[in-house]
């Protein structure tokens, strides 16, 4: 009620005021959602010593074209889903699919100099599902960061850099990643 006793030149200021907040409090949303982001990518790449001793065990082969057809299928539809770009989204995937490619590789060959794990890992019930779950986080994580600018900064890549956690990543491949993650756009 009192707001409506304002004098107009104070209902503006009022107004103003209000919509500042708002803005910055999306734009803080956004970039809040940055440093989830980057974690949800090192979880998913956390899995990959395991998809690889599972691989090792089961002798199958790290390459799996069928599986990342499927990846990446679902990737585009949550992007479109969520607003974002499909196109820049599958690329992101595919640097992410290539990453951890490259950790399950290397942690192959370490196995062949010790005993493969002999712990139960069971990639379709205990894995994969763990797997969908943080890629459908990632892309809803994508669009609530890019809900409030355009792109991520170029300026976060220190700060993902040292989010990604795993030993057997090297930096090419995290360099690869962010510059994949620059590119993910939302839709036109």
């Known amino acids: 009620m009192r707001i409506l006793s304002l004098v107009p030149a104070k209902k503006t200021i009022y107004l103003s005021v209000i919509l500042s907040t708002l803005i910055f409090s999306s734009i803080i949303h956004g970039a809040a959602a940055e440093p989830s982001l980057f974690q949800a990518i090192s979880e998913r790449l956390s899995y990959m010593e395991d998809v690889g001793a599972y691989k090792a065990q089961n002798k199958i082969p790290v390459e799996d074209d069928e599986r990342e057809k499927i990846v990446l299928s679902k990737a585009k539809e949550l992007a479109a889903a969520h607003g974002l770009d499909h196109n820049s989204m599958e690329r992101f995937f595919i640097a992410q699919i290539s990453a951890a490619k490259a950790i399950q590789y290397r942690y192959r060959a370490e196995l062949l100099t010790r005993v493969i794990p002999t712990r139960p890992i069971d990639l379709q019930s205990d894995i994969r599902p763990e797997l969908d779950r943080l890629d459908s986080d990632i892309v809803k994580l994508f ?46």
């Open 143 to 188: 669009a609530t960061a890019l809900q409030s600018r355009s792109a991520i900064a170029e300026e976060r890549r220190e700060r993902f850099m040292s989010t990604l956690k795993s030993r057997l990543l090297v930096d090419a491949e995290r360099e690869a990643l962010f510059d994949a993650m620059l590119e993910v756009r939302r839709s036109q």
